[in-house]
């Protein structure tokens, strides 16, 4: 008998969706029966994408977002609610990184890193939860209702790399995060998890990896390979849906063994 998991009738809210994980994340969520908001500072990136997760039968939203300002968070989020409806799932995507030494990063870089990557996750995250949190208090008993937060952290937030410090230290503050929110959420029935992707191939930094520096990172991996957008697919619907309900505070990394 084969096993299936049905995302039919929820609505996920992915932000940082117009490139790279992101764009994945909503096409392999739609594909899964979710309907789908797409949310990040490019628009009319969002749009294309839109247009062919419709072509493939799904429902597909778009909202502009900008991580790094407040009232664009809850504009984003009250948008998407009023169009589609109650949120259920959240992927607290959106993320970015600079490269240099530690002695080199400049007050301008750490600002960068830390409101896009943890003070942005972490509005994102109390905002969509907030309303989770209503929806769950306000339930008549029988019909309680939860959500699904997922953050994407990263490998380097378990495992210090050079070069990219600062995002080290913010990926490892999302970890954080996602622990105390799992923690005093959980009994609201929102489960709080996070992925923490390895090297991963997207059209970001494909090029790198034939490069003379992208294939000596290669050969320091366990398998020497990266990964593909796809191989977190079947991590994501599983923490998406209501089968994972018994994981929660869960920091899984999908990194080939890279961290270990």
């Known amino acids: 008998m084969a096993y299936s998991i049905d995302l039919s009738g929820r609505v996920a809210l992915v932000t940082g969706a117009s490139s790279g994980l992101g764009e994945q994340f909503a096409k392999t969520l739609s594909r899964a029966g979710a309907a789908v908001v797409l949310a990040s500072r490019r628009v009319e990136k969002l749009k294309e994408l839109r247009a062919e997760i419709e072509a493939e039968g799904g429902d597909a939203h778009v909202v502009?977002?900008?991580?790094?300002?407040?009232?664009?968070?809850?504009?984003?989020?009250a948008h998407a609610e009023t169009e589609v409806g109650s949120i259920d799932i959240l992927v607290n995507n959106s993320g970015v990184s600079t490269t240099q030494r530690v002695q080199d990063v400049t007050e301008d870089d750490f600002d960068f890193i830390f409101n896009t990557n943890v003070?942005?996750?972490?509005?994102?995250?109390?905002?969509?939860?907030?309303?989770?949190?209503?929806?769950a208090k306000g339930s008549a008993p029988g019909s309680f209702t939860?959500?699904?937060?997922?953050?994407?952290?990263?490998?380097?937030?378990?495992k210090v790399l050079p070069q990219i410090g600062a995002y080290c230290m913010s990926k490892a503050a999302v970890v954080q995060m996602t622990k105390v929110l799992a923690m005093e959420w959980g009994r609201f029935g929102i489960n709080v998890n996070a992925i923490c992707p390895g090297y991963i191939d997207t059209e970001i930094?494909?090029?790198?990896?034939?490069?003379?520096?992208g294939q000596k990172l290669v050969n320091m991996l366990p398998r020497k390979r990266v990964g593909h957008p796809q191989d977190l697919d079947a991590l994501l619907v599983l923490l998406a849906s209501g089968e994972s309900g018994f994981v929660n505070g869960a920091i899984i990394a999908a990194d080939d063994g890279f961290a270990l």
Do not use: Y
Request: proline letters at 0%; glycine letters at 10%.
């Open 146 to 158: 939860g959500g699904r937060i997922i953050n994407i952290a990263s490998v380097a937030g378990l």
């Open 119 to 135: 003070k942005g996750s972490f509005f994102v995250a109390q905002e969509v939860g907030k309303r989770m949190l209503a929806r």
């Open 205 to 213: 930094n494909h090029h790198h990896w034939s490069t003379e520096q």
């Open 64 to 77: 502009a977002l900008d991580v790094t300002d407040l009232d664009s968070i809850k504009s984003a989020v």
